[in-house]
C-alpha cells in the first residue's frame, strides 16, 4: 500500500527565502507526481508534474525534482513571497485508473 | 471559462437525508474523480471514471453512489446521510491517453462543504 510523507508538516519563513519542502512515498513504482497548493477554503491548484521518466520540472520559481528509486520529491520556492502562503501537497499516480495518493502536506507561510 | 465547476459549494442537512453533488468539467477530458478531505485535511480518492465507466471505487460506502450521464459530468449521490460524512468533497479531471505533456494532470473543483447535523 502506498504511503506519502510530506516533511515538515508546517514551516515559517521571512520573505525573499529559499526554500524546500520534501516529499516521500514508500512504492517507487509510480506512473507520475504532481504538486498542488491548496489556500484555506479552495481547491486544489495544480503546480508541476513529474513523470515517472523525468527527473525535474519548472514553473517560473517553483522547480520540483524527482528521485524515482529513492522515492523522493523536493519542492524547491525560489525567493518566496507572502502570495506563497498555503498548503502544499504532493501526490502520486499509479497507472490503471490514475489514483492519486496524497501527502499528508506542508503548511507554509512567509512573513513579511 | 471554470474548467472544473461544483455545486454546491455548501451543504448543511440532516442525518438521515439523501443528498447529491453535482460535478462537470468543460477541459474535454474523459476522465474524472471523486475525493474527499477529512477533518484532518487527507484527501483520499472515492471514485474515478473514465469515459462514463466505473474504474476505480475505493472502499466507499455503497450510501455513495456516483453517476456519470456522460463524460464531462460526474455526479455524486450519498443516501441517508451519517456524521461522519461530514468532509469538503472535490470533484476531479484529467485526459488520459498518451497525448501531452501533461500527461494525466489532474484538475480540481473548488469543493462542496458538506455538514451533517
Known amino acids: 500500500k502506498q504511503e506519502v510523507t510530506q516533511i515538515p508538516a508546517a514551516l515559517s519563513v521571512p520573505e525573499g527565502e529559499n526554500l524546500v519542502l520534501n516529499c516521500s512515498f514508500t512504492?517507487?513504482?509510480?506512473?507520475?507526481l504532481q504538486w498542488f497548493r491548496q489556500d484555506p477554503g479552495k481547491g486544489l491548484t495544480s503546480l508541476l508534474l513529474?513523470?515517472?521518466?523525468?527527473r525535474e520540472q519548472t514553473s517560473g520559481r517553483l522547480n520540483a525534482s524527482l528521485d524515482k528509486s529513492s522515492g523522493r520529491s523536493t519542492l524547491y520556492i525560489a525567493a518566496s513571497q507572502p502570495g506563497d502562503s498555503a498548503t502544499y501537497l504532493c501526490a502520486v499516480s499509479r497507472g490503471g485508473g490514475n489514483k492519486l495518493t496524497f501527502g499528508t502536506g506542508t503548511q507554509l507561510k512567509v512573513e513579511l | 471559462d471554470t474548467a472544473v465547476s461544483q455545486t454546491p459549494k455548501y451543504l448543511v442537512t440532516q442525518m438521515g437525508n439523501d443528498k447529491s453533488i453535482k460535478c462537470e468539467q468543460n477541459l474535454g477530458h474523459d476522465t474524472m474523480y471523486w475525493y474527499k478531505q477529512d477533518s484532518k485535511k487527507f484527501l483520499k480518492i472515492m471514485f474515478s471514471y473514465n469515459n462514463k465507466e466505473l474504474i476505480i471505487n475505493e472502499t466507499v460506502p455503497n450510501r455513495f453512489s456516483p453517476k456519470s450521464p456522460d463524460k464531462a459530468h460526474l455526479n455524486l449521490h450519498i443516501n441517508s446521510l451519517e456524521l461522519g460524512d461530514s468532509a469538503v468533497y472535490f470533484c476531479?479531471?484529467?485526459?488520459?491517453?498518451?497525448?501531452?505533456?501533461?500527461?494525466?494532470?489532474?484538475?480540481f473543483g473548488p469543493g462542496t462543504r458538506l455538514t451533517v447535523l
Open positions: 513529474i513523470q515517472s521518466s523525468q
Open positions: 512504492d517507487s513504482a509510480i506512473y507520475n
Open positions: 476531479a479531471s484529467s485526459q488520459g491517453g498518451t497525448s501531452g505533456r501533461r500527461y494525466n494532470e489532474q484538475f
